[in-house]
């Protein structure tokens, strides 16, 4: 196998990459003759936005991009996306992190048709468990938005949105690929004239690889996912129902034994969002929305747990949550004004590593926004008040203001704070302390956003100060006691490029990434996040045929390795992938990738190998 490294020249790597695009958009600028389409974006203000308009970072990801890459789960879509570190700790189904644009895994909101889904236990949400194939769209905004959606979101908001129309009346999709992988897929739909039920189940099974460093044994995945989206016009109400459910096993290696040796252990996961909105137009520019919504997060361990009590018990951790969000937008000359209020009761559950906790908490917010454009300038204004009854009270704010030059350049600037109050485990765990404070995080950006009919250049700086960062502090190295206390603080600095072309039939998208994220008290770089990342896409579509090349360049980062828990630096890697699809008829159409094609061993976290080169091929068939 082969080992790509990049070398630690921050600045060179980064004007290379600058001008590699420009040199690249010169060239093929007077070429084009494609004009690109207008995206509108929700997640960013809570009512439609064109992503064009917007000064904050933030990607879109649509259905076409979902089949074009092929991905396994939701990491894999999301770790050639700029900004996005992925840490995976092993193979298919094992917990996997996202940090965006260097802030801590636990600061990215994830949401499921704008529900929350991440655990009240600890740690961020289960992005393995979440099948590409039940996922329509997904809009990510990279900075901090508690202001709109409360906790977690000082890195971003990641909000996946399910299927629900589709181009055929029913489809099926069958996949094989290396290391055993089967998958079964099954889409169906039904629309009249005002009401639509659409309907899509999933399952996968792997025998996976031996991920663990040092271990030889396979350890395999399997999940089965079922989104329902159903909806009517009665009465003038617009009802809504969403179900999304995912449920498996996962195999992976832990430590079992009082010697503190590793094990292959495997456990059982269950993730579900149900939510039932009703939407209402009380006048002509008053829209108001009610949502009632159920999330549930929960994992079974099959194996006792030997280490840590004298009566071998079960490991297992699971979130029960309800919530009320009731959102109005009201649509005046030059300004749309939204105004809601959100109630939360989450049930948090708990034996894990020696400690047991069986917890209730409820939260309550209120919250508003104007979207306003005067005299040519464009300006997003957001509050939210939280009364979190652990945490205490939180005020959360965000501005941003972008203008157009011209028909072609626009610039802009943003501002704003964010919270994540302490979870259950870091309140009642191992080292668990009741009296955590909320973390908290200041952020300022400026960016730079040139369109054009070829594409868009877009430059960004950006700046997060966060502090009363949780760290888990030994207090008695002997007895291996720890507590965890609000001592950190970090500091996230960076720079990002990114260009998109299109040009006839070929698509092109690069974006360039430098950033410094340290832990302000330490002087040390934040774990599991690089200082430098590259990922280009190129598409070229034929007559019948797509061919597809995914590009991510990673340096060296900084971890604590699994298996002999010392400091290391994982090595930095370059990995590809290579993809295609070819449609034999309007019904039947085929999808092959190869993925990591070159072949690179590399780790995105200490000690799990991440899969050598592998294969996927699939079928559709649609009628």
């Known amino acids: 196998m082969a080992r790509y490294n990049i070398q630690q020249k921050p600045a060179l790597f980064f004007i290379l990459a600058s001008i590699m695009l420009s040199a690249f958009y010169s060239t093929v600028s007077i070429l084009a003759n494609d004009v690109v389409e207008e995206e509108i ?45 992925i840490g995976r700790n092993g193979g298919p189904g094992q917990t996997t992190s996202v940090f965006i644009r260097g802030t801590e895994s636990n600061h990215t909101l994830v949401l499921i048709n704008g529900v929350k889904m991440n655990p009240g236990t600890i740690g961020g949400a289960a992005i393995q468990n979440i099948s590409p194939e039940i996922i329509e769209r997904i809009e990510i905004i990279k900075g901090p938005r508690s202001s709109l959606y409360g906790s977690e979101a000082i890195g971003g908001v990641i909000n996946i949105i399910t299927r629900k129309t589709q181009d055929t009346a029913l489809s099926t999709e069958l996949a094989l690929g290396s290391f055993g992988s089967k998958q079964i897929t099954t ?154 209020a959100y109630f939360e009761r989450e049930k948090t559950e708990s034996l894990s590593f020696g400690s047991a906790y069986n917890d209730k908490t409820e939260s309550k917010a209120v919250y508003f926004g104007a979207d306003t454009k005067l005299f040519g300038l464009d300006s997003i204004i957001a509050a939210r008040y939280t009364e979190h009854e652990t945490a205490g009270s939180n005020i959360s704010w965000n501005t941003e203001f972008s203008y ?43 960016v730079l956003n040139w369109n054009s009919r070829v594409g868009n250049i877009n430059f960004e700086l950006f700046q997060t100060d966060i502090d009363n960062l949780i760290e888990a502090v030994n207090i008695d190295p002997v007895n291996f006691i720890f507590q965890n206390i609000n001592v950190a603080e970090s500091q996230i600095k960076g720079i990002e490029l990114g260009h998109k072309i299109l040009l006839n039939e070929w698509s092109f998208e690069t974006t360039a990434l430098v950033q410094s994220p340290k832990n302000k008290l330490a002087d040390t770089d934040l774990l599991r996040r690089a200082r430098r990342s590259l990922s280009t896409h190129v598409v070229r579509n034929f007559d019948q045929l797509s061919l597809g090349l995914q590009l991510l360049a990673s340096s060296k980062r900084v971890d604590i390795d699994a298996v002999s828990f010392g400091a290391v630096k994982n090595s930095g890697y370059v990995l590809t992938n290579l993809t295609g699809s070819y449609d034999f008829t309007k019904n039947l159409s085929m999808q092959a990738k190869i993925e990591n094609l070159l072949d690179t061993t590399y780790e995105t976290a200490a000690g799990y190998q991440q899969a050598e080169r592998h294969y996927l091929l699939s079928l559709r068939l649609s009628y």
């Open 404 to 446: 157009p030059v011209n028909s072609d350049l626009r610039l802009g600037i943003t501002a704003g704070t964010a919270f994540r109050a302490p979870d259950a485990t870091d309140r009642f765990g191992f080292g668990g302390n009741p009296n955590l404070k909320t973390e908290e995080s200041t952020s300022f950006s400026a």
């Open 41 to 85: 974006l929700v997640t960013a203000t809570r009512s439609a936005k064109l992503q064009s308009e917007l000064a904050i970072g933030n990607i879109i990801i649509t259905r076409e991009d979902i089949e074009r890459t092929n991905a396994a789960d939701l990491a894999d879509l999301l770790r050639f996306q700029a900004g996005l570190d």
């Open 187 to 340: 889409n169906s739909e039904y629309r009249d004239q005002d009401k639509f039920a659409s309907f899509t189940l999933d399952w996968k099974d792997t025998d996976g690889f031996a991920s663990l460093r040092e271990q030889t044994q396979d350890r395999g995945h399997d999940s089965l996912s079922l989104n329902l989206r159903a909806g009517l016009n009665i009465l003038s109400q617009d009802v809504e129902l969403n179900h999304w459910q995912t449920s498996g096993n996962t195999e992976y290696y832990g430590f079992d034994t009082s010697a503190f040796t590793t094990g292959p252990l495997d456990q059982d996961f269950n993730n579900a969002v149900t939510s039932l909105s009703v939407g209402s137009t009380l006048l002509e520019q008053w829209k108001s929305n009610f949502i009632i919504a159920k999330a549930n997060d929960a994992i079974n361990q099959n194996q006792l747990d030997f280490f840590f009590f004298p009566t071998p018990q079960k490991d297992l951790v699971e979130t029960d949550r309800l919530s009320f969000d009731w959102q109005n937008s009201v649509s005046l000359q030059n300004v749309e004004l939204t105004a809601g």
